[in-house]
T-cell receptor
Protein backbone atom coordinates (compact mmCIF):
# COMPACT_ATOMS: atom_id res chain seq x y z
CA UNK A 1 0.00 0.00 0.00
CA UNK A 2 1.02 3.59 -0.51
CA UNK A 3 2.01 5.92 2.30
CA UNK A 4 3.02 9.55 2.44
CA UNK A 5 5.35 10.96 5.06
CA UNK A 6 5.66 14.62 5.86
CA UNK A 7 7.92 16.20 8.46
CA UNK A 8 8.30 17.92 10.79
CA UNK A 9 4.79 17.98 12.27
CA UNK A 10 5.32 21.40 13.84
CA UNK A 11 7.94 24.07 13.30
CA UNK A 12 8.55 27.45 14.86
CA UNK A 13 10.90 29.70 12.93
CA UNK A 14 12.01 33.34 13.26
CA UNK A 15 11.28 35.84 10.51
CA UNK A 16 14.07 35.83 7.93
CA UNK A 17 15.21 32.28 8.62
CA UNK A 18 15.33 29.57 5.93
CA UNK A 19 12.84 26.73 5.56
CA UNK A 20 12.95 23.17 4.32
CA UNK A 21 9.93 20.86 4.54
CA UNK A 22 10.22 17.36 3.18
CA UNK A 23 7.66 14.94 1.84
CA UNK A 24 8.20 11.38 0.64
CA UNK A 25 5.85 8.83 -0.85
CA UNK A 26 6.25 5.06 -0.58
CA UNK A 27 4.66 2.23 -2.48
CA UNK A 28 4.17 3.89 -5.85
CA UNK A 29 6.28 5.24 -8.68
CA UNK A 30 6.07 8.45 -10.71
CA UNK A 31 3.36 10.04 -8.58
CA UNK A 32 2.07 13.55 -9.13
CA UNK A 33 3.13 15.56 -6.07
CA UNK A 34 1.60 18.69 -4.56
CA UNK A 35 2.22 21.31 -1.88
CA UNK A 36 -0.76 23.15 -0.38
CA UNK A 37 -1.07 25.76 2.35
CA UNK A 38 -4.05 26.23 4.58
CA UNK A 39 -4.01 29.62 6.30
CA UNK A 40 -6.08 30.04 9.47
CA UNK A 41 -9.78 29.82 8.61
CA UNK A 42 -9.10 29.46 4.90
CA UNK A 43 -9.30 26.74 2.29
CA UNK A 44 -6.47 24.80 0.68
CA UNK A 45 -4.31 26.92 -1.57
CA UNK A 46 -2.26 25.05 -4.18
CA UNK A 47 1.35 26.25 -4.07
CA UNK A 48 3.31 23.87 -6.32
CA UNK A 49 2.83 20.65 -8.18
CA UNK A 50 5.11 18.26 -10.03
CA UNK A 51 4.36 15.53 -12.56
CA UNK A 52 7.95 14.25 -12.78
CA UNK A 53 11.50 14.51 -11.44
CA UNK A 54 12.86 18.02 -11.80
CA UNK A 55 9.53 19.39 -13.10
CA UNK A 56 7.86 22.03 -10.91
CA UNK A 57 4.81 24.17 -11.62
CA UNK A 58 4.24 27.20 -9.43
CA UNK A 59 0.74 28.44 -8.78
CA UNK A 60 1.27 31.44 -6.53
CA UNK A 61 4.16 33.93 -6.79
CA UNK A 62 5.82 34.16 -3.38
CA UNK A 63 9.10 33.65 -1.60
CA UNK A 64 8.66 29.86 -1.47
CA UNK A 65 10.14 27.35 -3.89
CA UNK A 66 9.81 23.62 -4.45
CA UNK A 67 12.11 20.91 -5.74
CA UNK A 68 11.76 17.26 -6.67
CA UNK A 69 15.24 15.74 -6.49
CA UNK A 70 13.95 12.15 -6.58
CA UNK A 71 10.85 10.47 -7.96
CA UNK A 72 9.07 10.23 -4.62
CA UNK A 73 10.57 13.19 -2.78
CA UNK A 74 9.13 16.70 -2.78
CA UNK A 75 10.74 19.58 -0.87
CA UNK A 76 9.31 23.00 -0.01
CA UNK A 77 11.89 25.70 0.70
CA UNK A 78 12.37 29.34 1.47
CA UNK A 79 15.53 31.40 1.82
CA UNK A 80 13.91 33.99 4.10
CA UNK A 81 10.60 33.40 5.84
CA UNK A 82 7.99 36.13 6.20
CA UNK A 83 5.31 36.43 8.89
CA UNK A 84 2.73 35.75 6.18
CA UNK A 85 4.26 32.31 5.57
CA UNK A 86 2.65 30.99 8.74
CA UNK A 87 0.13 28.26 8.12
CA UNK A 88 -0.55 24.57 7.79
CA UNK A 89 1.41 23.03 4.92
CA UNK A 90 0.18 19.85 3.29
CA UNK A 91 1.85 17.51 0.86
CA UNK A 92 -0.26 15.27 -1.37
CA UNK A 93 0.20 12.69 -4.11
CA UNK A 94 -1.97 11.09 -6.74
CA UNK A 95 -1.51 8.56 -9.54
CA UNK A 96 -2.57 10.87 -12.32
CA UNK A 97 -5.50 12.62 -13.88
CA UNK A 98 -8.97 12.01 -12.42
CA UNK A 99 -7.60 10.14 -9.45
CA UNK A 100 -8.06 11.15 -5.80
CA UNK A 101 -5.24 12.91 -4.02
CA UNK A 102 -3.91 11.51 -0.78
CA UNK A 103 -2.53 13.86 1.85
CA UNK A 104 0.16 13.75 4.49
CA UNK A 105 -0.51 14.78 8.06
CA UNK A 106 0.74 18.32 7.49
CA UNK A 107 3.26 20.69 9.07
CA UNK A 108 2.12 23.52 11.30
CA UNK A 109 4.54 26.40 10.61
CA UNK A 110 4.60 29.36 12.97
CA UNK A 111 6.73 32.38 12.18
CA UNK A 112 7.77 34.61 15.09
CA UNK B 1 -11.14 34.16 -8.71
CA UNK B 2 -12.66 31.41 -6.58
CA UNK B 3 -13.53 28.66 -9.06
CA UNK B 4 -14.88 26.33 -6.39
CA UNK B 5 -17.15 27.77 -3.72
CA UNK B 6 -18.63 26.43 -0.52
CA UNK B 7 -20.95 29.19 0.58
CA UNK B 8 -21.88 27.71 3.95
CA UNK B 9 -18.97 27.97 6.38
CA UNK B 10 -20.77 25.84 8.95
CA UNK B 11 -23.65 23.42 9.38
CA UNK B 12 -25.20 21.77 12.45
CA UNK B 13 -27.28 18.59 12.20
CA UNK B 14 -28.83 16.27 14.72
CA UNK B 15 -27.45 12.75 14.98
CA UNK B 16 -29.36 10.34 12.74
CA UNK B 17 -30.58 13.06 10.36
CA UNK B 18 -29.27 13.86 6.89
CA UNK B 19 -26.35 16.25 6.38
CA UNK B 20 -26.25 18.05 3.03
CA UNK B 21 -23.11 19.92 2.09
CA UNK B 22 -23.10 22.04 -1.04
CA UNK B 23 -20.49 23.17 -3.50
CA UNK B 24 -20.66 25.37 -6.61
CA UNK B 25 -18.12 25.75 -9.38
CA UNK B 26 -17.62 28.15 -12.26
CA UNK B 27 -15.24 26.38 -14.63
CA UNK B 28 -17.16 24.29 -17.17
CA UNK B 29 -13.93 22.38 -17.98
CA UNK B 30 -14.00 20.64 -14.59
CA UNK B 31 -14.78 16.96 -15.14
CA UNK B 32 -13.82 15.28 -11.87
CA UNK B 33 -15.06 16.22 -8.43
CA UNK B 34 -14.07 15.03 -4.97
CA UNK B 35 -15.07 15.43 -1.35
CA UNK B 36 -12.61 15.35 1.52
CA UNK B 37 -13.04 15.28 5.28
CA UNK B 38 -10.55 17.01 7.54
CA UNK B 39 -10.01 16.87 11.28
CA UNK B 40 -7.95 19.60 13.03
CA UNK B 41 -4.18 19.25 12.69
CA UNK B 42 -4.53 16.38 10.19
CA UNK B 43 -4.41 16.11 6.44
CA UNK B 44 -7.68 15.80 4.49
CA UNK B 45 -8.99 12.28 3.94
CA UNK B 46 -10.55 11.35 0.60
CA UNK B 47 -14.25 10.43 0.94
CA UNK B 48 -15.88 10.07 -2.45
CA UNK B 49 -15.55 11.29 -6.01
CA UNK B 50 -17.66 11.63 -9.13
CA UNK B 51 -16.87 11.95 -12.79
CA UNK B 52 -18.79 14.41 -14.96
CA UNK B 53 -20.28 11.52 -16.95
CA UNK B 54 -22.33 10.56 -13.89
CA UNK B 55 -24.85 12.46 -11.81
CA UNK B 56 -24.70 10.33 -8.68
CA UNK B 57 -22.19 8.18 -6.83
CA UNK B 58 -22.87 6.34 -3.62
CA UNK B 59 -20.56 4.77 -1.04
CA UNK B 60 -22.18 3.58 2.15
CA UNK B 61 -23.61 6.54 4.05
CA UNK B 62 -22.10 9.02 1.57
CA UNK B 63 -23.69 10.04 -1.72
CA UNK B 64 -22.45 12.74 -4.07
CA UNK B 65 -24.81 14.36 -6.57
CA UNK B 66 -23.64 16.35 -9.57
CA UNK B 67 -25.80 18.84 -11.48
CA UNK B 68 -23.69 19.93 -14.43
CA UNK B 69 -26.17 22.42 -15.82
CA UNK B 70 -26.24 24.24 -12.48
CA UNK B 71 -22.53 23.67 -11.86
CA UNK B 72 -23.42 22.35 -8.45
CA UNK B 73 -22.54 19.30 -6.43
CA UNK B 74 -23.63 18.14 -3.04
CA UNK B 75 -22.60 15.55 -0.48
CA UNK B 76 -25.31 13.74 1.47
CA UNK B 77 -24.47 11.90 4.67
CA UNK B 78 -27.21 9.60 5.95
CA UNK B 79 -27.51 8.94 8.83
CA UNK B 80 -25.21 11.55 10.33
CA UNK B 81 -23.03 10.44 13.23
CA UNK B 82 -21.07 12.47 15.81
CA UNK B 83 -17.83 11.14 14.30
CA UNK B 84 -18.76 12.90 11.06
CA UNK B 85 -18.08 16.24 12.74
CA UNK B 86 -15.23 17.74 10.73
CA UNK B 87 -14.49 20.24 7.97
CA UNK B 88 -15.55 19.04 4.53
CA UNK B 89 -13.84 20.28 1.37
CA UNK B 90 -15.02 19.84 -2.17
CA UNK B 91 -12.47 19.88 -4.96
CA UNK B 92 -12.52 19.86 -8.75
CA UNK B 93 -10.13 19.04 -11.54
CA UNK B 94 -10.10 19.43 -15.31
CA UNK B 95 -8.74 16.65 -17.51
CA UNK B 96 -5.08 17.16 -18.38
CA UNK B 97 -4.43 20.00 -15.94
CA UNK B 98 -3.10 17.88 -13.00
CA UNK B 99 -4.45 20.58 -10.65
CA UNK B 100 -7.12 20.21 -8.00
CA UNK B 101 -8.96 23.34 -6.93
CA UNK B 102 -10.42 23.26 -3.44
CA UNK B 103 -13.31 25.11 -1.89
CA UNK B 104 -12.95 26.93 1.43
CA UNK B 105 -14.65 24.17 3.41
CA UNK B 106 -17.79 23.67 5.49
CA UNK B 107 -17.55 22.81 9.16
CA UNK B 108 -20.10 20.12 10.00
CA UNK B 109 -21.17 19.59 13.57
CA UNK B 110 -23.31 16.55 14.32
CA UNK B 111 -25.11 16.95 17.61
CA UNK B 112 -25.69 13.89 19.78
Amino acid sequence: SQTIHQWPATLVQPVGSPLSLECTVEGTSNPNLYWYRQAAGRGLQLLFYSVGIGQISSEVPQNLSASRPQDRQFILSSKKLLLSDSGFYLCAWCRGGNQPQHFGDGTRLSIL
Amino acid sequence: DQQVKQNSPSLSVQEGRISILNCDYTNSMFDYFLWYKKYPAEGPTFLISISSIKDKNEDGRFTVFLNKSAKHLSLHIVPSQPGDSAVYFCAASAQGTYKYIFGTGTRLKVLA
